[in-house]
């Protein structure tokens, strides 16, 4: 069965900092997907990440993925305010044609 | 157009009332999906639909019956439901996965159901 974990579950930083949240995953996969909530809000996608090596970037974030190592990160980089949210990552359970998420990551940005 | 509509935004219903949830999508997706999501935890798949049909069911309760009518529309039908049962339920399509690179899912925006 595929278990998602990420850590931290929560983050707390200051505006300017740099910090990176990992996404680990149990079983092969060729696909992850980065996911953004506001809250009381939907999901809105960030990345998608489908071979190993493979590295995205918008704005401040960029995520990677290892998937000899079965790990994805997401760097944040001079922090803004406006990054405040609930980030996800999502790993495709092959052949399922399903996604199985993490337990998500909250992080505050703080002025 | 790259959105997924859902309609109500909120729902109030008691456990004795029959209600329905929709979900359009315009992209032209064949798979489309229901997921729950729990206040602080993530989403949890209830449902895919791929080509019309129904692919999973993730062992959901019957009290929540899904309905695919067509490519464009999903509904999820809700009849005697219980309190635990409050919670966003969330409509994403997509690109079904075979022969296509991405397949990434495109979320709506939720209905926030409470049963009193």
């Known amino acids: 069965e595929l278990k998602v974990e990420q850590n931290p579950l929560f983050l707390s930083m200051q505006e300017g900092k740099n910090y990176t949240i990992y996404c680990n995953y149990s079983?092969?996969?060729?696909?992850l997907y980065w996911y953004r909530q506001d809250p009381g809000k939907s999901l809105e996608s960030l990345f998608v990440?489908?071979?190993?090596?493979a590295v995205k970037q918008e704005g401040r974030l960029m995520a990677s993925l290892d998937t000899k190592a079965r790990l994805s990160t997401l760097h944040i980089t001079a922090a803004v305010h406006d990054l405040s949210a609930t980030y996800f990552c999502?790993?495709?359970?092959?052949?399922?044609?399903?996604?199985?998420f993490g337990q998500g990551t909250r992080l505050t940005i703080n002025p | 157009d790259t959105e997924v509509t859902q309609t109500p935004k909120h729902l109030v219903m008691g456990m004795t009332n029959k209600k329905s949830l929709k979900c359009e999508q315009h992209m032209g997706h064949r798979a489309m999906y229901w997921y729950k999501q729990k206040a602080k935890k993530p989403p949890e798949l209830m449902f895919v639909?791929?080509?019309?049909?129904?692919?999973i069911n993730e062992s959901v309760p019957s009290r929540f019956s899904p309905e695919c009518p067509n490519s464009s529309l999903l509904n999820l039908h809700l009849h005697a439901l219980q309190p635990e049962d409050s919670a966003l339920y969330l409509c994403?399509?997509?690109?079904?996965?075979?022969?296509?690179?991405?397949?990434?899912?495109?979320f709506g925006p939720g209905t926030r159901l409470t049963v009193l």
């Open positions: 999502a790993v495709d359970s092959q052949g399922a044609q399903k996604l199985v």
């Open positions: 990440l489908l071979s190993n090596g």
């Open positions: 079983t092969t996969s060729d696909r």
């Open positions: 994403a399509s997509s690109q079904p996965r075979q022969g296509v690179a991405s397949a990434k899912q495109f």
């Open positions: 639909y791929s080509y019309e049909k129904l692919s």
